[in-house]
């Protein structure tokens, strides 16, 4: 805890590369456990909700209402993104970033003791539905001021891809801890598991929010927020100025992740419920299954975030919507045959296509808002793709999938998001490898 003294601006380079591995181990740490909890409640919507809060539905009704509560969480983001946005780019990414980490885990520890409807009814779903809304809230201010404490400490404009990528690294730890959580009390509590077990993994979320705190409480605010300090550059209204100035840069921001947040909100929520009721394997298949893929991203997101520094942040980002748009459907064709080995094959490749477009997006869409706006500017872009893309998807899928009867429907779904991705990608500038602290987007892009 002795980094409270420093100031960030006037570190030798030894001194600054510390700081540097710092933020990006404390960025890294805290944005998995918030992921973790912010997937554990996708990964039990499909398993758990349905049945027990709304149970006199009919199983697809019950499955729509369940992932309409799901929604909720991403319909919330923009709201944190917008209030934690403001107060980033105004009293620093550092506390902000406290803040959200804590109101993430507190709410999510609440869902472990939330009635089911044979306790009290519809109050059930209520209560559960408020607890997601306020998780949205924490998770969408979490992303910009990750993403930003690391970036931000990079030495030169030559490895932004990579170091920004790490942020994104913490999206499969928390998905394979949720995973490993769920099927580790999936495999304790057997029969009583929609009974008590799935509540523990809920509970734990107090435990990781004492570990990230005293991670973060350690790190220094980031050099280019210390300067914004020193020079007196501070924004009063940072959201409504960034609104106000790079309308172009949100919406473009949001639309580039059609093809990366749809997917991957089918591949590792929507899969559950699809793999149980309608291809009829175990819950534990699918939870081990998600659990490989999200290794498998351990790998594969630093790289893609590392090739955009050598490629270009566009070019890795279109190759990577391309890539997507066509193995949904060869994802949806292995999941039909049936057969255990390649469901759990299509399952464990489903994220490479998707890390393509998540390693360099961090640093795609937060080079394109300036210092004093950036928190604003990316945590709002980023997170309005949650609206039109990752919460409808598992509602979306469900529905095509029940109104068709044929998955080949959800895979034309995919294939139109990553289109969407390839026009807003192909429209947006590309920063790699170019000072972006030197002046404004406008001014780069003059």
């Known amino acids: 805890m002795a980094t409270f003294g420093l100031d960030a601006t006037r570190l030798s380079p030894s001194e600054h590369q510390l700081q540097l591995r710092r933020a990006v181990f404390a960025s890294t740490i805290g944005t998995a456990i918030e992921w973790y909890d912010f997937f554990l409640y996708s990964t039990v919507t499909g398993l758990v909700f349905a049945k027990l809060f709304f149970p006199h539905s009919d199983p697809w009704v019950g499955t729509l209402e369940a992932f309409a509560i799901y929604a909720v969480g991403f319909v919330a983001r923009p709201i944190g993104a917008a209030i934690f946005g403001h107060f980033g780019d105004r009293i620093g990414r550092k506390s902000t970033l406290i803040a959200t980490l804590l109101l993430m885990g507190l709410a999510t520890a609440a869902v472990a003791v939330v009635p089911t409807y044979s306790s ?27 993403v930003l404490m690391s970036m931000e400490w990079a030495r030169n404009d030559r490895s932004r891809g990579l170091i920004a990528s790490w942020p994104q690294f913490g999206v499969p730890c928390g998905l394979f801890l949720a995973n490993l959580a769920v099927l580790a009390f999936s495999q304790m509590a057997g029969d009583q598991f929609l009974a008590w077990g799935w509540r523990i993994p809920f509970a734990l979320s107090l435990i990781l929010v004492v570990v990230g705190l005293y991670i973060r409480l350690g790190i220094l605010e980031t050099p280019v927020f210390s300067k914004l300090i020193a020079e007196r550059q501070l924004d009063r209204t940072p959201m409504l100025t960034v609104i106000k100035d790079y309308p172009r840069e949100i919406l473009l921001s949001a639309f580039a992740r059609m093809a990366e947040q749809a997917p991957f909100y089918i591949f590792t929520a929507f899969v559950f419920s699809y793999g149980i009721g309608t291809l009829h394997q175990t819950r534990d298949l699918l939870l081990t299954a998600v659990l490989a893929a999200s290794v498998v991203s351990f790998v594969s997101i630093p790289v893609f975030g590392h090739l955009s520094d050598q490629i270009g942040r566009k070019n890795m980002y279109m190759i990577g919507a391309v890539v997507t748009g066509i193995f949904g459907f060869i994802y949806f064709a292995m999941l039909d045959t049936g057969s255990e080995p390649i469901i759990f094959l299509a399952i464990v490749l489903s994220l490479i296509p998707h890390d393509m477009l998540y390693g360099p997006q961090a640093a795609l869409i937060a080079e394109s808002f300036t210092g004093r706006l950036r928190y604003s500017g990316a945590s709002l872009g980023y997170q309005l793709a949650s609206v039109i893309a990752g919460g409808p998807a598992p509602l979306i899928a469900a529905w095509l999938f029940g109104t068709f009867k044929s998955a080949t429907a959800i895979a034309i ?6 289109v969407i991705t390839l026009i807003a990608t192909a429209l947006m500038t590309d920063y790699t490898g170019k000072d972006i602290n030197a002046a404004s987007a406008h001014e780069r892009r003059a």
């Open 120 to 146: 009290i009814g519809i109050w059930g779903a209520v209560i559960l539905t408020a607890l997601r809304f306020i998780q949205g809230i924490g998770v969408g201010g979490e992303w910009g001021g990750s």
């Open 413 to 418: 779904y995919i294939a139109i998001c990553a």
